[in-house]
């Protein structure tokens, strides 16, 4: 009987094992948010990259619970709403690539420094979850990750433990580049190469801008 309850449930238990590896796969790889957590450690340390994580991680849960709701399929079904989210983040992805465009040019190299131990928690916070809230695809991310979760005829509630174990990884992968790459040595390594990485930083948010803006305007 125990033998026969393990091999019904397999099927099942291979499912959220696919969805909780979709969702470490995409939330853990180097995307906008992930590199503006490593430049703000290895920058400004790691109070305010561990504050500008926590913003990030809210804006992934706020997606994660309307997807376990199936708000965010309509929203993505509803073209108008997804276009303009998609020209509001282009635009702010741009804006973050010209401030790290201006820190690589600035012959100082504790410009952001200064800046990041200017801004508030408060301001940081709600830097990272704009950053979170304004990016159309994680609407997109959380709707698939949540889809491939559930096998047809499972019980709706399943979404919620499919959202509950992205949620607690999301913990682990936000935070964990705030802390390892706050470390002395990272810091180290940015200090040596300041230009290159906010140069870098400012290449990804450009592109990512600009994609998002490109895709905009094709989706008219």
Not at 21 to 48: D, H, K, V
Not at 112 to 132: C, D, E, F, N, V
Not at 167 to 192: C, D, H, K, N, Q
């Given at each position: 009987?125990?033998?026969?309850?393990?091999?019904?449930?397999?099927?099942?238990?291979?499912?959220?094992?696919?969805?909780?590896?979709?969702?470490?796969?995409?939330?853990?790889?180097?995307?906008?948010?992930?590199?503006?957590?490593?430049?703000?450690?290895?920058?400004?340390?790691?109070?305010?990259?561990?504050?500008?994580?926590?913003?990030?991680?809210?804006?992934?849960?706020?997606?994660?619970?309307?997807?376990?709701?199936?708000?965010?399929?309509?929203?993505?079904?509803?073209?108008?709403?997804?276009?303009?989210?998609?020209?509001?983040?282009?635009?702010?992805?741009?804006?973050?690539?010209?401030?790290?465009?201006?820190?690589?040019?600035?012959?100082?190299?504790?410009?952001?420094?200064?800046?990041?131990?200017?801004?508030?928690?408060?301001?940081?916070?709600?830097?990272?979850?704009?950053?979170?809230?304004?990016?159309?695809?994680?609407?997109?991310?959380?709707?698939?990750?949540?889809?491939?979760?559930?096998?047809?005829?499972?019980?709706?509630?399943?979404?919620?433990?499919?959202?509950?174990?992205?949620?607690?990884?999301?913990?682990?992968?936000?935070?964990?580049?705030?802390l390892a790459f706050s470390t002395p040595a990272a810091r180290r390594v940015y200090a040596a190469s300041r230009r290159w990485m906010e140069g870098l930083l400012a290449a990804v948010f450009g592109l990512a801008g600009l994609q998002l803006l490109r895709t905009s305007t094709h989706a008219h």
């Amino acid at each position: 009987m125990a033998a026969l309850e393990a091999w019904l449930h397999a099927p099942l238990a291979a499912q959220l094992a696919l969805a909780w590896t979709t969702y470490l796969i995409g939330a853990g790889s180097p995307g906008p948010s992930n590199m503006a957590i490593m430049g703000m450690a290895m920058n400004a340390g790691r109070r305010p990259a561990l504050w500008l994580a926590s913003g990030i991680l809210c804006g992934s849960w706020f997606w994660g619970v309307l997807a376990a709701l199936g708000i965010s399929q309509l929203l993505a079904s509803f073209s108008t709403g997804l276009i303009a989210m998609k020209v509001l983040c282009g635009l702010y992805l741009l804006w973050l690539a010209f401030k790290s465009a201006r820190v690589a040019c600035a012959p100082h190299a504790d410009l952001q420094a200064t800046q990041a131990a200017k801004a508030t928690p408060r301001q940081l916070y709600l830097r990272g979850l704009g950053m979170h809230l304004t990016n159309p695809k994680a609407v997109l991310a959380w709707m698939s990750t949540v889809t491939v979760g559930i096998p047809a005829g499972a019980s709706p509630h399943l979404a919620w433990v499919v959202v509950a174990g992205c949620m607690v990884m999301g913990v682990g992968i936000f935070t964990g580049y705030a802390l390892a790459f706050s470390t002395p040595a990272a810091r180290r390594v940015y200090a040596a190469s300041r230009r290159w990485m906010e140069g870098l930083l400012a290449a990804v948010f450009g592109l990512a801008g600009l994609q998002l803006l490109r895709t905009s305007t094709h989706a008219h």
